[in-house]
């Protein structure tokens, strides 16, 4: 039996509903949990605690690294603390604020 007409369009429209509802149950299969939230907003306190505890931290890794210029005995300069800056790693970089890094490394 040969299907004509408005028929045939039914059909075919019926089909790539179908077609659709498989690729679109498919991504939300596979899609996995949702995204925990990022974290504090900026300018909660819980923000601002961060944020003052990870420049403390900075400034007191800013200070080891001017000791161990002066134990390479080296006067401390904006050129070698920028030096030692660059040898942390990108993981150390991301979890410090380089101004306050700089800021103990020069000021102790």
């Known amino acids: 039996m040969k299907i004509t007409?408005?028929?045939r369009i039914a059909?075919?429209?019926g089909g790539a509903l179908v077609v659709l509802g498989a690729i679109?149950?498919?991504i939300v299969a596979f899609a996995g949990d949702p995204?925990?939230?990022?974290g504090p907003t900026e300018g909660s306190p819980e923000w601002i605690q961060a944020y003052d505890?990870?420049?403390?931290?900075?400034?007191?890794v800013g200070r080891v690294h001017a000791v161990l210029i002066r134990s390479r005995a080296q006067e401390v300069?904006?050129?070698l603390c920028a030096v030692e800056w660059g040898k942390l790693t990108g993981e150390q970089r991301r979890d410090l604020d380089e101004s306050a890094f700089a800021g103990g490394c020069r000021t102790s």
């Open 35 to 38: 995204k925990p939230p990022a």
């Open 5 to 7: 007409g408005r028929r």
């Open 11 to 13: 059909v075919e429209a």
């Open 53 to 60: 505890a990870k420049v403390k931290r900075s400034a007191d």
């Open 77 to 79: 300069s904006d050129v």
């Open 24 to 26: 679109v149950g498919g």
